[in-house]
């Protein structure tokens, strides 16, 4: 057995046991099985053993932890938050459009049960994950699967085609180039964040390499739609800071931006010359009718032609097309499937999980700037506001890509919703076990810190008294000061 093999056997079967007992055990395992996608891998035969469904095996392994442990959500987290309920809501309008719509397709039956089953895993990604150290953990497990797949790219896996890699790297859900340039551009801002947050240049170093071989496997797709994403990012980002530190976020995006050209070839630029082209390019044209179609679809049918119908419809709308063709936008995608109701209700879950994450920005200046945590002899630090930021701007980004690439029920933008929830989550833990009364956000007059309180971080890992004790104490004398 190759030994990439043997590692990958020995995490999923202590990750498939552990979450019997520890729930966040199964969702981290979840993580990496949805990045590595083993089947696919070189050495999947390997572990073919274990089944053809290997992320079903762990889902169900962290579902029976949950039922037999039963996470206790406290100090005011919430498990049907407003932006879950919304994608509640909007599975029954996709199920729905099943009846309403022009017909029921293989295709919209298999969207329907996808979405059902990533919503069942987003409420137990809200019940298990409810303290900093819980967040911190899943979004490690998440750019270590970010740094395999750039491993695999720098390492010349995948299918390449003129230059251009074009799939065969990361999981199903994002197999294709486009499709993997919407998750790297999600998942740079988290990069970023644990970059600042690292106690050590072993850490920033570490997280330098995956910054790299993201950006590289980025440059690798030649996706367009990227630079879109990348740009409502860096905006996110700037926009988040206090007003005096934010030209030297400019300073450092410009900086950034300079390093990451210095990975790109002739190649890239060729392909990003043919926007200003796109009126001569069979491709962006193509897109064009398409968006068209939809826009003629829903005026046809306003509650929308069915969850996974715009595939087959679209050879009605588009004059001398004879075969499937995808919407290559999201919201046309949703409004010709689903119609108004159904646009409103997924535009309403991205405010509203957007506007959670910048409450949860403000209130962080109230609490501990910078919590310590400590997993066995792991140590880090946990950063509420710079977490909330770069969740906010890597689904700024993602919407900002899907605006050319259609991802209306893509797993990890919905695992990126659920845990904004998990996020407001955690910053309750913290106001409660920090002797927070309450979260709020600063008051205009109050300067904009950034730096830790006085005495230095807080220390969580399994909530205990003397932690909560020892913050309060901080704060009190931080108020009196």
Not at 77 to 95: E, I, K, S
């Amino acid at each position: 057995m190759p030994l990439t093999a043997l590692a990958f056997l020995l995490v999923y079967v202590v990750g498939v046991g552990t979450a019997l007992l520890y729930p966040l055990a199964g969702i981290v395992v979840y993580i990496l099985v949805y990045h590595i996608n083993p089947e696919t891998q070189w050495w999947g035969s390997s572990v073919a053993f274990l089944g053809p469904r290997m992320s079903l095996i762990v889902a169900i392994a962290t579902l029976i932890g949950m039922l037999v442990r039963w996470p206790k959500l406290e100090h005011g987290a919430r498990q049907f938050a407003g932006p879950y309920v919304l994608g509640l809501l909007l599975l029954a309008v996709a199920g729905g459009s099943l009846l309403w719509g022009l017909g029921i397709g293989e295709r919209g039956l298999y969207q329907a049960e996808k979405f059902a089953k990533i919503l069942i895993f987003v409420f137990i990604l809200i019940r298990c994950v409810r303290t900093p150290l819980e967040y911190h953990a899943v979004v490690v497990a998440w750019l270590v699967g970010v740094l395999y797949i750039g491993y695999q790219a720098l390492g010349g896996g995948g299918v390449v085609i003129r230059g251009r890699l074009n799939e065969g790297i990361g999981g199903p859900d994002f197999a294709e180039s486009s499709d993997l340039a919407v998750h790297l551009v999600a998942t740079l801002p988290w990069i970023g964040a644990l970059f600042f947050m690292a106690r050590t240049w072993l850490g920033r170093g570490a997280l330098l390499v995956v910054g790299a071989l993201a950006v590289n496997t980025l440059i690798m797709t030649r996706t367009r739609n990227a630079l879109v994403g990348l740009a409502l990012v860096m905006l996110g980002c700037v926009l988040a800071l206090p007003r005096g530190y934010r030209l030297r976020g400019v300073a450092a995006v410009v900086a950034g931006s300079l390093m990451a050209v210095q990975l790109t070839d002739p190649g890239w630029w060729s392909r990003m010359a043919t926007i200003a082209e796109y009126k001569t390019d069979p491709a962006s044209l193509g897109r064009l009718d398409y968006w068209w179609a939809a826009l003629a679809m829903v005026r046809d049918h306003p509650l929308g032609i069915g969850i996974g119908n715009f595939h087959s419809a679209v050879r009605d709308y588009v004059p001398g097309l004879t075969e499937e063709r995808g919407c290559h936008s999201t919201p046309l995608a949703c409004l010709a499937e689903l119609g108004y109701f159904g646009l409103g209700v997924f535009a309403l879950a991205a405010v509203v999980a957007l506007a959670r994450l910048g409450r949860v920005r403000r209130a962080a200046q109230a609490l501990p700037q910078t919590l310590e945590l400590k997993w066995w002899r792991v140590r880090t630090r946990f950063h509420l506001g710079w977490h909330a930021v770069a969740l906010r701007a890597g689904l700024l980004g993602y919407l900002g890509c899907g605006l050319f690439t259609t991802r209306t029920f893509s797993e990890n933008y919905w695992l990126m919703i659920g845990l904004s929830v998990c996020l407001w989550n955690a910053s309750k833990y913290i106001a409660a076990t920090s002797g927070a009364a309450e979260l709020r956000p600063r008051a205009a007059s109050e300067p904009a810190e950034l730096p830790s309180p006085a005495g230095g971080p807080a220390i969580i890992g399994e909530p205990c008294a003397a932690a909560a004790s020892s913050l309060h104490q901080r704060l009190q004398s931080h108020a009196h000061a």
